[in-house]
């Protein structure tokens, strides 16, 4: 069973990770 803690901190590093790539697109793209 997976903490909530160490889920929690998961989801942060995946949504950190998605803000991070889609900032690069964004770059990328102008």
């Keep these: ?5 160490g889920h929690s ?3 942060f590093c ?3 990770e ?4 889609r ?3 964004l770059k990328k793209k102008s």
Excluded: R
């Excluded at 069973?1 to 803690?5: G, Y």
């Excluded at 998605?18 to 790539?21: A, I, K, L, M, P």
């Design 1 to 5: 069973i997976i903490s909530s803690i």
């Design 9 to 11: 901190q998961l989801i």
């Design 14 to 16: 995946k949504i950190k």
């Design 18 to 21: 998605f803000g991070t790539v």
């Design 23 to 25: 900032s690069k697109v």
